[in-house]
């Protein structure tokens, strides 16, 4: 079984400056990956970046980058250079067999850029 | 390429009806998972669906079952609904052979049940 926890319902953030959230997680898998969904108002969710539980090196997508602490099972997201765009629901999620099954999400942390 | 494409977009039932939701993969992918998203929470995994066979289930009860076609298309159906069956219900399509994997996910069916 898998659980992840987001412990931050809402972040906010002035455009420009960066902000970091959290995500812990726990499972009896291997071949697992980590995930952070995006889920703008209009409701489909994007992903954001993916890391492979076995690679030690934190993952980077242009201004979105992790800290992945596979001892302590912690997978935390830090957005650069907030942009407007970047307001929305975050889901931290896990996957099992790299991904291919379910994915088990946490229950998101509401984003809000401030201008 | 449409993406991941579901319908309806909406629908309203009333408490013990029956509702059928339709979901098209994006183009290529052989492999179909549901989701329901309860207001303000994470999404839920229902089952997944590849070679026409429910692969895998999450905890959900016998009323939700589901279907993939010869094209992979999938219909997720929920019998006697409850009012606590209202949510946003995600369909996410992905290709088993694709590395590294990505489950791509539509824009959702929002149930009422009334």
């Known amino acids: 079984a898998q659980t992840v926890t987001q412990s931050q319902p809402e972040m906010s953030v002035q455009e420009a400056e960066t902000v970091t959230l959290s995500c812990t997680y726990d499972?009896?898998?291997?071949?697992?990956?980590l995930f952070w969904y995006k889920q703008p108002p209009s409701r489909q969710m994007i992903l954001v970046i993916r890391?492979?539980?076995?690679?030690?090196q934190n993952a980077t997508e242009n201004r979105f980058s992790v800290n992945f602490q596979k001892a302590a099972k912690s997978f935390s997201l830090k957005i650069s250079d907030s942009q407007l765009g970047d307001a929305a629901m975050y889901f931290c999620?896990?996957?099992?067999?790299?991904?291919?099954?379910?994915?088990?999400f946490g229950s998101g942390t509401r984003l809000q850029v401030q201008p | 390429d449409a993406g991941v494409t579901q319908s309806p977009t909406h629908l309203i039932k009333t408490r013990g009806q029956q509702v059928t939701l339709r979901c098209s993969p994006k183009s290529g992918h052989d492999t179909v998972s549901w989701y329901q998203q309860a207001l303000g929470q994470g999404p839920q995994f229902i089952f997944q669906y590849y070679e026409e066979e429910e692969r895998q289930r999450g905890n959900f009860p016998d009323r939700f079952s589901g279907h993939q076609f010869p094209n992979y298309s999938s219909e997720l159906n929920v019998n006697a609904l409850l009012l606590g069956d209202s949510a946003l219900y995600l369909c996410a399509s992905s290709y088993q052979g694709n590395t590294p994997y990505e489950q791509y996910f539509g824009p959702g069916t929002r149930l009422t049940v009334t």
């Open positions: 999620a896990s996957g099992s067999d790299m991904g291919r099954r379910a994915l088990t």
């Open positions: 499972t009896s898998e291997s071949d697992y990956y």
């Open positions: 890391q492979e539980a076995y690679k030690q």
